[in-house]
């Protein structure tokens, strides 16, 4: 590990990569520990995903490990440490509920104002609570994610006093690039195939950056001179929330994840930047992989993410159908790193409404037995 909190508790990821980002000796650091979420070797899920034959070597990046639930917090640490150096009243945002969740919870240790604008009825209810109790002021709008970011970007226009928090902010891009150099310390070395969904495009953007930095600075691709020191960067959207793949913005974007249910990404021109100089791609996929994705990574590795995060896994599955990997020679020497941005607790609902709801039993040993062993018994 390159970082300069190895032999202490882990620091944050400020203090951990603070000499890549954009903070001295006078910035506030407000932290909660972020980062250093597990790189998790997934082979069960990667038979499955990729296929018999020439298996890559799957990683799952668990972001949904933040203090707050998601990858949002490697952002806000950076964002609320500059907006408090900055003497801000308040920080502000536009959220599907990730951002708002990490927003409320920084803005609380900084003792900041928060307030959150979301699109009404689509925000997950484990969003919208942390929100709520970490003291944030609400407002549902009649609208989508993009409406609630043009007002936002309203708002911040007549109050100055209060700083925007969303990932158009730069210094939410900074925190969130850690990610890669994490990858890269755990790894070894830069992956080669990244699979991240995109939304607002503000993740793949950092990501894309944290390569390209480390791999100046030395770091992340040394033990591999034979390949690039960077992997290539493979996007995924919701095929009803797609701009990417469509070329253009989408004004009523669906699906059921609704995290990334975003039509006018605002890094539209760094994320496609980071596809096309990584030699990367845009894949879209349907809500129907996004479920089945997301029931595989709980079955066969045990761990739980929402259905946003869902949707690379189901993604990497679409392109070894397509023949994407085999023509690219991909075998056990191969790493490939999925992000894994939010965890499952955060939409629970969903989670229950694609599994088979428990049975009511008398307690009684007999009938107990007859269920769980009987004939009558699940898969
Ligand atoms: C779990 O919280 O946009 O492409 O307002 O919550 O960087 O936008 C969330 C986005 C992926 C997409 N996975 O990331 C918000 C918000 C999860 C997310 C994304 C989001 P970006």
């Known amino acids: 590990m390159e970082h300069e909190g190895r032999s202490a508790a882990w620091p944050g990821v400020i203090e951990a990569y603070r000499r890549y980002l954009p903070v001295d000796a006078s910035t506030p650091v407000v932290t909660m520990n972020e980062g250093r ?36 917090d490697r952002g806000m640490t950076m964002a609320v440490s500059k907006a408090v150096e900055a003497g801000a009243k308040g920080v502000v945002c536009a959220s ?14 900084a003792g900041l104002a928060c307030l959150v604008i979301i699109p009404k009825g689509a925000v997950a209810s484990g969003k919208l609570a942390q929100a709520l109790i970490y003291g944030a002021r609400v407002l549902a709008v009649e609208g989508n994610f993009d409406v609630a970011l043009d007002l936002v970007r309203g708002l911040v226009a007549r109050h100055p006093e209060i700083t925007l928090v969303n990932s158009i902010n730069p210094y939410r891009l900074e925190g969130q690039k850690t ?43 040394a033990k591999r001179p034979a390949a690039g020191a960077w992997p290539l960067m493979l996007g995924f959207q919701a095929e009803g929330a797609a701009p990417f793949i469509a070329g253009s913005f989408v004004d009523k974007p669906k699906t059921l994840a609704t995290a990334i249910r975003i039509g006018h990404p605002a890094s539209w021109d760094r994320a496609r930047r980071a596809v096309n100089e990584s030699g990367g791609r845009f894949t879209a996929i ?72 428990p049975e009511v039993v008398p307690a009684d040993l007999d009938l107990v037995e007859d269920r769980a062993f009987g004939r009558e018994a699940g898969s």
């Open 179 to 221: 990610a890669a150099f994490e990858v890269c310390d755990q790894l070894g070395r830069a992956p080669d195939y990244l699979a991240i969904p995109v939304g607002n495009a503000g993740n793949i953007s950092a990501y894309w950056q944290g390569f390209k930095e480390y791999a100046a600075a030395g770091q992340g691709g």
């Open 37 to 72: 979420t597990p790189l998790i070797a997934a082979p069960r899920l990667a038979e499955v995903v990729f296929g018999e034959g020439r298996v890559p070597r799957l990683y799952l990046k668990f972001e949904g490990l933040n203090p707050t639930g998601s990858f949002k």
């Open 286 to 357: 349907t809500d129907d992989e996004i479920v089945i994705a997301y029931r595989l990574l709980a079955r066969l590795e045990g761990v739980f993410v929402e259905p946003a995060s869902a949707a690379p896994v189901a993604g990497l599955a679409k392109l070894t159908r397509d023949g994407y990997f085999a023509e690219r020679g991909v075998g056990p020497e191969t790493a490939v790193v999925c992000v894994l941005t939010g965890n499952g607790l955060k939409d629970p609902n969903r989670a229950r409404r694609v599994s088979v709801a």
């Open 96 to 109: 599907t509920g990730n951002t708002s969740a990490s927003a409320a919870a920084y803005a609380a240790r």
